[in-house]
């Protein structure tokens, strides 16, 4: 009755701090509810309390359950917006359908508004120069040339690299490659990395 | 910040390395390096060395500072002293582990290399806190550092910084005057008014 | 592969190299993401390295595909990509967290001309500012009982914790900075050799980050 709800609310946000859970719309229904039928008992004893003295004290505890609700409701959303905001820089524009569903429909406007703000931005990036913005939500880890130690399986023959050498890979050869160019070999059993 | 942002900025370091091919000058942002000429050696900043080395392009000259005699004695150096002792460079954990990491080959003893700068790092990491008790003890909100390179002092983050801003807080709560009413009621009204 | 390394930089006819360009927006990087508030904007040194991308990017297309030095120099643009776009980000992380003290220190900034946020940061703010308030409205506050929908400014203000401790180095001499004491009547007076670092509150060398004397570490 006096803020447990929203308590129950703010848990369950609390529980997954890494992922978004659905939109508790119904929760929040209830709360606004609690809210308003709080107020409107204050709106009644605050008027009967010039007369009768005793009815303060069950005001202003009314009163501080309105103003906690309030604020952990805010909290709540506050909360979930930015979890909303690392979603638009891991998963772009384009929301999967899966992640879309968690939202309610005011906060995938808020999405969206968020999402335009940002592009607008980074448009406007060396718009001086004649650039044509860059791409923040990219190139945000440092860059690291990844090679890894792979042996060779079969006898597979010649491998050209993107940066056009060519490594012959014979069946028990050693080689050190790029990350990025093993995956597939690796994956089909050709190559195997050595850890 | 992120060990790996540190590690990007310790990849500026200039290092020698000898190419196994030929080139004109290299102008880049950062820099000239250059001409690349097989077989000599030239200097180069480390990111560029480790992705050369890894593509089988040079080898890596061993840094001065890189040999059993010269690390033994700035071990002892840091065993002996209370305070931190100056590194051969800024970044040298970084240099270490890249270096030894691609090009361990390059490098005479390097298995012995790689456990002495390690001890040299545990003794470095034992004295910080150490350093951390004592000056937290102090009522720390001031204390001097030198010598102690950017790896160290990150690998104490966010816990030391934490600390001393709690700390902080601490002490500047126990000056404060007891709290006003918790109740900012919008109600307001003659009469008895109680504290909730 | 010819690439002038030299930009005409300011109106007093001063060279500044590319590489002092990249040394000093790699600061600024550092700061930035140390610091616990947003420092005044680098869009100079910004723009600049933006320009030398894509100057590099356009030689490097003329190269065969193949050629070690395509690799190389595209090695070395993905770097400075990384300081701009994490540079830039970490501003934005700001501005977002901070965004309702940043906009009212900054209408009063650009009064006197000492903007610390780029135009397009500016709108980026206020529109933040905007969608975040009308966001909050529509889902709660319109909402809830009438003496209550008002978005409380001051409330909902996060402000920077200027006393947080920070590590520096003092890259000059610095005489005289005032550590306050709290319980007020010792205040201790230090002084920052050039080279030396320390580990103290964030607030009383704010200024010595900002004018370049110190550098956050």
């Known amino acids: 009755m006096f803020a447990e709800k929203v308590i129950e609310l703010l848990k369950e946000a609390e529980r997954n701090k890494e992922t978004i859970d659905q939109f508790n719309d119904e929760k929040i229904r209830q709360i606004l509810e609690e809210m308003h039928m709080l107020f409107n008992l204050n709106m009644t004893d605050a008027n009967a309390s010039s007369e009768n003295k005793s009815l303060?004290?069950?005001?202003?505890?009314?009163?501080?359950?309105?103003?906690?609700?309030?604020?952990?409701?805010?909290?709540?959303?506050?909360?979930?917006?930015?979890?909303?905001?690392?979603?638009?820089?891991?998963?772009?524009?384009?929301?999967?359908?899966?992640?879309?569903?968690?939202?309610?429909?005011?906060?995938?406007?808020?999405?969206?508004?968020?999402?335009?703000?940002?592009?607008?931005?980074?448009?406007?990036?060396g718009q001086d120069i004649g650039y044509n913005g860059i791409d923040l939500t990219e190139n945000l880890k440092p860059p690291k040339s990844l090679f890894i130690e792979v042996l060779c399986m079969v006898d597979y023959g010649k491998l050209e690299l993107e940066d056009g050498d060519v490594i012959m890979l014979k069946k028990n050869s050693r080689h050190f490659l790029p990350t990025s160019e093993c995956q597939t070999l690796i994956r089909q059993g050709i190559l195997k990395q050595i850890v | 910040m992120d060990p790996y942002e540190i590690e990007f900025i310790g990849e500026n370091r200039i290092i020698s390395i000898i190419p196994n091919f030929s080139y004109d000058k290299?102008?880049?942002?950062?820099?000239?390096?250059?001409?690349?000429?097989?077989?000599?050696?030239?200097?180069?900043?480390?990111?560029?060395?480790?992705?050369?080395?890894?593509?089988?392009?040079?080898?890596?000259?061993?840094?001065?500072?890189?040999?059993?005699?010269?690390?033994?004695?700035?071990?002892?150096?840091?065993?002996?002293?209370?305070?931190?002792?100056?590194?051969?460079?800024?970044?040298?954990?970084?240099?270490?582990?890249?270096?030894l990491g691609a090009a361990g080959d390059d490098i005479p003893n390097s298995a012995e290399i790689k456990t002495i700068i390690k001890d040299i790092w545990d003794i470095r990491m034992s004295k910080l806190r150490t350093s951390m008790d004592a000056l937290m003890k102090s009522g720390g909100s001031y204390g001097r550092l030198d010598h102690l390179t950017m790896m160290e002092i990150n690998s104490v983050k966010p816990l030391l910084p934490a600390a001393m801003d709690d700390l902080l807080r601490i002490q500047m709560m126990a000056k404060k005057p007891a709290p006003a009413s918790l109740n900012n009621s919008t109600f307001s009204q003659s009469g008895n008014s109680q504290n909730v | 592969m010819d690439l002038e390394d030299d930009i005409e930089f300011s109106n007093d006819e001063e060279e500044i190299t590319a590489d002092t360009v990249l040394k000093t927006l790699q600061s600024a990087w550092q700061n930035e993401r140390l610091a616990p508030e947003i420092l005044p904007h680098r869009n100079d040194m910004v723009e600049c390295m933006l320009g030398q991308i894509q100057h590099m990017e356009r030689?490097?297309?003329?190269?065969?595909?193949?050629?070690?030095?395509?690799?190389?120099?595209?090695?070395?643009?993905?770097?400075?990509?990384?300081?701009?776009?994490?540079?830039?980000?970490?501003?934005?992380?700001?501005?977002?967290?901070?965004?309702?003290?940043?906009?009212?220190?900054?209408?009063?900034?650009?009064?006197?001309?000492?903007?610390?946020?780029?135009?397009?940061?500016?709108?980026?703010?206020?529109?933040?500012?905007?969608?975040?308030?009308?966001?909050?409205?529509?889902?709660?506050?319109?909402?809830?009982?009438?003496?209550?929908?008002?978005?409380?400014?001051?409330?909902?203000?996060?402000?920077?914790?200027?006393?947080?401790?920070?590590?520096?180095?003092?890259?000059?001499?610095?005489?005289?900075?005032?550590?306050?004491?709290?319980?007020?009547?010792?205040?201790?007076?230090?002084?920052?050799e050039e080279g030396s670092q320390h580990i103290l509150q964030y607030k009383p060398i704010a200024d010595l980050v900002k004018n370049g004397k110190v550098q956050l570490i």
């Open chain 3, 59 to 192: 030689n490097i297309n003329k190269l065969p595909k193949t050629d070690l030095r395509a690799s190389i120099h595209k090695m070395e643009l993905s770097r400075i990509k990384f300081i701009i776009c994490n540079y830039l980000k970490t501003r934005l992380n700001k501005i977002e967290k901070y965004c309702i003290p940043i906009l009212n220190e900054e209408k009063q900034r650009i009064d006197s001309g000492t903007n610390y946020l780029t135009p397009s940061e500016y709108k980026y703010a206020q529109e933040y500012l905007l969608n975040l308030e009308s966001h909050l409205k529509t889902v709660v506050l319109n909402k809830v009982p009438n003496n209550m929908q008002t978005f409380e400014m001051s409330k909902m203000a996060v402000y920077p914790n200027l006393q947080t401790h920070v590590f520096l180095q003092a890259n000059e001499t610095v005489n005289g900075v005032v550590l306050e004491d709290i319980f007020g009547d010792q205040d201790e007076e230090i002084d920052l």
């Open chain 2, 26 to 99: 290299i102008y880049l942002i950062c820099g000239e390096f250059g001409p690349f000429r097989a077989g000599l050696p030239l200097n180069v900043p480390l990111w560029l060395a480790i992705m050369l080395k890894q593509k089988q392009k040079c080898r890596i000259v061993p840094p001065d500072w890189m040999e059993m005699d010269n690390l033994e004695n700035l071990k002892e150096e840091e065993k002996r002293s209370r305070f931190f002792t100056k590194m051969p460079n800024a970044h040298y954990m970084v240099e270490a582990k890249l270096i």
């Open chain 1, 56 to 125: 303060w004290t069950a005001v202003q505890i009314r009163h501080s359950a309105l103003e906690r609700n309030k604020r952990c409701l805010l909290a709540y959303l506050y909360n979930r917006m930015q979890k909303i905001k690392t979603l638009r820089w891991e998963f772009g524009s384009v929301l999967p359908t899966d992640v879309r569903e968690l939202l309610s429909d005011d906060e995938y406007l808020w999405f969206t508004k968020y999402s335009t703000n940002l592009a607008s931005y980074m448009r406007s990036l």
